[in-house]
T-cell receptor, first 113, second 110 residues
Framework: NAGVTQTPKFRILKIGQSMTLQCTQD?????MYWYRQDPGMGLKLIYYSVGAGITDKGEVPNGYNVSRSTTEDFPLRLELAAPSQTSVYFC????????????FGSGTRLTVV | RKEVEQDPGPFNVPEGATVAFNCTYSNSASQSFFWYRQDCRKEPKLLMSVYSSGNEDGRFTAQLNRASQYISLLIRDSKLSDSATYLCAASGGGADGLTFGKGTHLIIQP
């Protein structure tokens, strides 16, 4: 099983460009999450989803958008990249909304210049 | 606001020693607790869940103290391969899932 797959692994964007970070899971988990992690900092929740068609904001949603058209996919969209969005982005999924722990993807390292 | 606090370290520990670190949480409604291990430039990986009765997995022991709102991780007979950042996480039971601490950096020295 692949688990949670994130693409791309690395990306450099110019200020004002847009991109989509892809996240796919094959475990049939209803709950999916996007976090960002800055150096020396913890994981900050950007957006989450409890199932196909349902998404909600986390702690730091500004500058990002998500969609959840299928159970498997939970892409994160950056519309106008800013240097403050330079970070490592992790996608995670869970069968039980956190009570059973998460499975993380391997991350996307994004630099905005 | 839900918060989880950890001592960032680094903890420099000789190989073979026992090391312990704590993590405090602010949300008294938190129901589920976890320790994750994160290697440099890698994703967090679940190390162990933390149960009310405490639990042990080989050299690792996790404890929960609800009255004082903290969880702990004890590593016995530490190995060089235990060097990593250890994140604690707490779930409030809501759909927004886990709140993570910033992590404790552990360095095992030969």
């Amino acid at each position: 099983n692949a688990g949670v797959t994130q693409t791309p692994k690395f990306r450099i964007l110019k200020i004002g460009q847009s991109m989509t970070l892809q996240c796919t899971q094959d475990m049939n988990h209803n709950y999916m999450y996007w976090y960002r992690q800055d150096p020396g900092m913890g994981l900050k929740l950007i957006y989450y989803s409890v199932g196909a068609g349902i998404t909600d904001k986390g702690e730091v949603p500004n500058g990002y958008n998500v969609s959840r058209s299928t159970t498997e996919d939970f892409p994160l969209r950056l519309e106008l990249a800013a240097p403050s969005q330079t970070s490592v982005y992790f996608c995670a999924s869970s069968p039980t909304g956190g009570a059973g722990g998460y499975t993380f993807g391997s991350g996307t390292r994004l630099t905005v210049v | 606001r839900k918060e989880v606090e950890q001592d960032p370290g680094p903890f420099n520990v000789p190989e073979g020693a026992t090391v312990a670190f704590n993590c405090t949480y602010s949300n008294s409604a938190s129901q589920s607790f976890f320790w994750y291990r994160q290697d440099c430039r890698k994703e967090p990986k679940l190390l162990m869940s933390v149960y009310s009765s405490g639990n042990e997995d080989g050299r690792f022991t996790a404890q929960l103290n609800r009255a004082s709102q903290y969880i702990s991780l004890l590593i016995r007979d530490s190995k060089l391969s235990d060097s990593a950042t250890y994140l604690c996480a707490a779930s409030g039971g809501g759909a927004d899932g886990l709140t993570f601490g910033k992590g404790t950096h552990l360095i095992i020295q030969p």
